[in-house]
């Protein structure tokens, strides 16, 4: 059963020229891809691609110029509590505790104090972090603010979870760790998500499926399925069949790679 089904999507959008005259910059073009009930799918293409242009139609932040994008069988509405979305930053509020930045959606959809707190305090639990639930998010580190930012989203039960570069900005020995933490949340959980990500390495450990990309306009190219054991650990890494799936994966994105350096010595 299909999650999400995204067919013929474009966008694009209007920038101004070499001469200073107008100019159309497309971004997606006849993008297609049907995502499972329950996966982890991953997008992995080259910078402007348009991966984080789609996530954030998905999450009703951005607009479709054509095409069509079905969530549960249902045309995609622009505002939905069924969508949850993890940035690159943490996106916390510095004046609230880190357990009151879990409440935030459930005091939006009203949910009683009570219930709230409970809930909130369940997934601080769930991302090992119920010893700092009265902190203030410049106290916690950088790794310990993606994992507050990821429960507060579980915390309101979406059922669609996408998910930009959210350890992008992290030093590889946290991300790494945190990639694991992930995979125990999902296989506890077993949301649908869609993750971005440039990192090969980071798709591969992570994923059901990877969507490779096309340099802009973004289409995808491949569905790579990722048939490495689950539960996975740190140690898959080192397996020869990590690197064969890897070696698999750059043979896919390195001309689109090419494509979009060329692309951008042409502009320059």
Not at 4 to 10: F, P, T
Not at 74 to 95: I, N
Not at 121 to 128: A, I
Not at 237 to 243: I, Q, T, V
């Amino acid at each position: 059963m299909f999650k999400v089904r995204a067919d013929r999507v474009g966008r694009c959008f209007p920038i101004r020229g070499q001469e200073g005259n107008r100019d159309i910059l497309r971004v997606l073009e006849e993008f297609n891809l049907d995502i499972r009930e329950g996966e982890f799918l991953s997008l992995l293409g080259p910078s402007g691609c348009g991966k984080s242009t789609f996530l954030n139609i998905l999450a009703g932040l951005d607009d479709l110029d054509q095409g069509s994008i079905l969530v549960d069988s249902e045309e995609l509405k622009k505002h939905s509590f069924d969508r949850g979305m993890v940035f690159q930053s943490y996106a916390l509020l510095p004046w609230r505790t880190v357990l009151e930045n879990l409440e935030i959606g459930l005091e939006i959809r009203r949910v009683p104090r009570r219930e709230r707190r409970e809930t909130a305090r369940r997934y601080l639990r769930l991302v090992g972090l119920s010893a700092f639930a009265h902190q203030y998010p410049h106290q916690l580190s950088g790794g310990m603010r993606q994992r507050v930012a990821i429960a507060r989203v579980l915390a309101y039960r979406p059922n669609l979870l996408l998910m930009d570069e959210p350890f992008a900005a992290l030093d590889a020995q946290t991300r790494e760790s945190l990639q694991i933490e992930l995979l125990r949340i999902w296989e506890a959980d077993r949301k649908t998500i869609v993750f971005v990500t440039h990192s090969i390495d980071e798709a591969i450990i992570l994923s059901d499926r990877v969507a490779v990309m096309t340099a802009r306009p973004g289409r995808v190219k491949e569905i790579m399925e990722i048939n490495l054991p689950r539960p996975r650990s740190e140690d898959i890494r080192n397996s020869l069949e990590f690197a064969r799936v890897r070696q698999a994966v750059w043979l896919l994105i390195r001309d689109e790679v090419g494509k979009t350096r060329q692309s951008l010595r042409i502009r320059a």
